[in-house]
């Protein structure tokens, strides 16, 4: 790989390990100076890789930077050291320097335990996502910023806060206790489940899918699945979804980058390997007896994966969305579950239930009664569609509305 692929490459995977476990060394207190030393190995690796080529082993030379840095740091800032220097697990008592532990191990548990930092109710759900890009996926400011369709100053102004946040309220980079490990690990899934739906139902920069941002929630998500204490049927389950959507990714999109509905996809490109591993940790998640909204999605998603229609297959799906608005209320649950009624029993059926809704604000809404309205009152199908189109933001979701108003002229 050259060095203007690598390094950008590099950054991507290492950056995050670096600061996490910098972070979690120095305390939250102290991430700034996580954030810019794990920046400042990347700054030297572009300054000295550019004159000396490219190492032989790029990851551990960075490591090897970033330890280096650390403890330059660490011995060049008295403050930092008097205030540091007694609470560093890693550290030597009789040589006073500071062990920097880059090993799998360390890694894996320091980025699961700044998972549990960042995932704190003191700060907001949308500054939890932004940290969490940030810091344990190495996304860059840009990128957050088109990840929730607002500028950089509006991110780093957000991220400041939250980290200030942080530091107010003194939230130490640990694994909650037993007692409070269902409550925080809530939280978690959470802010997971929203970073990969950011991805799956994009609405920056017109893309249907923002596979990165889906790749990292289902990253962070098996770091639990993979560690004892976490690794809980709502986990599983969790893991089960992103699974099963992700196995579409490749037909939902068109070469073009337009969106293909489920109807249309060609189910040659689904990716039976995730299928099938979304079903192992599907079966892994049911066990006890707790019914997370995680399971009802992926079994949902399960049903989504049999392309064939079947009366028996809508049922299944519109009577797990009669469970999942009992436990966890959506209007688009809502709205899915009466486009699952029109298939499962009939139109008309489902227009009495769609009406009843009434999301005037909501283009996916028009869109739904667009859909049922089709072949019944093909007039008013074409003013909900133009409706629609009248709300949609994203130009995909534009020509998705569009090229159904067209096929209503041609029918």
Request: proline share 2%; aromatic share 10%; with cysteine.
């Amino acid at each position: 790989m050259e060095q203007q692929q690598l390094i950008p490459h590099l950054f991507r995977t290492e950056y995050r390990k670096i600061t996490a476990v910098l972070c979690r060394l120095f305390g939250i207190e102290h991430i700034e100076i996580a954030e810019d030393l794990a920046s400042e190995t990347f700054l030297s690796a572009l300054e000295t890789w550019t004159y000396k080529g490219i190492p032989g082993n790029p990851t551990a030379w960075l490591y090897t930077v970033a330890k280096n840095k650390a403890s330059n740091y660490f011995h060049r800032h008295s403050t930092f050291t008097e205030h540091i220097l007694s609470r560093l697990k890693y550290t030597s008592p009789a040589t006073e320097e500071i062990n920097i532990d880059l090993s799998d191990q360390n890694i894996t548990e320091s980025q699961l335990q700044m998972l549990f930092a960042i995932c704190n109710p003191v700060i907001s759900p949308s500054a939890q996502t932004a940290l969490a890009l940030r810091i344990l996926c190495g996304f860059g400011i840009d990128e957050i910023a088109a990840a929730f369709l607002t500028n950089k100053e509006t991110i780093n102004k957000r991220l400041q806060r939250a980290k200030e946040k942080l530091r107010i309220e003194k939230v130490a980079i640990e694994f909650p206790g037993a007692h409070q490990l269902v409550q925080r690990l809530e939280m978690v899934l959470t802010t997971l489940y929203l970073l990969f739906n950011e991805g799956y139902y994009s609405a920056s920069k017109d893309a249907v899918i923002r596979d990165e941002l889906c790749l990292e929630a289902m990253r962070l998500t098996l770091l639990l699945v993979e560690n004892e204490s976490t690794n809980l049927p709502a986990v599983n389950a969790l893991y089960a979804l992103m699974c099963f959507q992700a196995s579409r990714f490749e037909a939902r999109k068109s070469e073009s980058g337009e969106l293909i509905l489920y109807a249309d996809q060609n189910e040659t490109l689904w990716d039976y390997e995730l299928i099938s591993k979304g079903g192992y940790f599907l079966h892994r998640a049911s066990t006890g007896n707790d019914l997370s909204k995680y399971h009802i999605e992926a079994s949902i998603a399960y049903w989504h994966t049999i392309k064939t229609d079947t009366e028996e297959k809508w049922e299944h799906i519109l009577q797990l969305f009669n469970q999942l608005l009992q436990i966890n209320y959506s209007p688009i649950a809502a709205l899915n579950r009466t486009y699952a009624l029109s298939r499962a029993r009939s139109k008309a059926e489902a227009i009495k239930e769609a009406e009843k809704l009434v999301l005037p604000g909501n283009h996916f809404y028009f869109v739904l009664l667009g859909e049922l309205y089709t072949g019944i009152d093909n007039a008013r199908a074409k003013a909900n569609y133009e409706a629609a189109l009248c709300l949609a933001k994203t130009q995909t979701d534009k020509k998705a509305i569009e090229n159904k108003i067209e096929h209503l002229k041609g029918a």
